[in-house]
């Protein structure tokens, strides 16, 4: 599967963003999907995962009530909607694909992730 990240962008403090995820050459609707942020010198760092049916999420505990990840398995694509941002939400984002164990809802490891997007980069100043 191909993804493509996009709807990264500069954006002050307290503001919103929404990230999308599009999906290619695969079925969709198999995969487990998560997010993923990397700042420069640092390890990629769980976001968030959603379940192949949208009906299970994690959420890193910086990003949880403020982040909502969803999927629209008919047009085979991911979205992390952003809210009340933060400088130290600043990095490039990366979307994940991952074919887990059939009872596997969501996958917050970067390693067992088997495709990844090429990152958008968020900025938000202060």
């Known amino acids: 599967v191909q993804l493509q990240a996009y709807g990264g962008g500069l954006v002050q403090a307290g503001g919103s963003l929404r990230l999308s995820c599009a999906a290619s050459?695969?079925?969709?609707?198999?995969?487990?999907m998560g997010w993923f942020r990397q700042t420069p010198g640092k390890e990629r760092e769980f976001v968030a995962s959603i379940s192949w049916s949208g009906g299970t999420t994690s959420y890193a505990d910086s990003v949880k009530g403020r982040f909502t990840i969803s999927r629209d398995n008919a047009q085979a694509t991911l979205y992390l909607q952003m809210n009340g941002l933060k400088p130290e939400d600043t990095a490039l984002y990366f979307c994940a694909a991952d074919l887990p164990p059939w009872q596997t809802q969501v996958v917050v490891t970067p390693s067992e992730y088997d495709w990844w997007g090429q990152g958008t980069q968020v900025t938000v100043s202060s």
């Open positions: 050459g695969g079925t969709f609707s198999r995969y487990v």
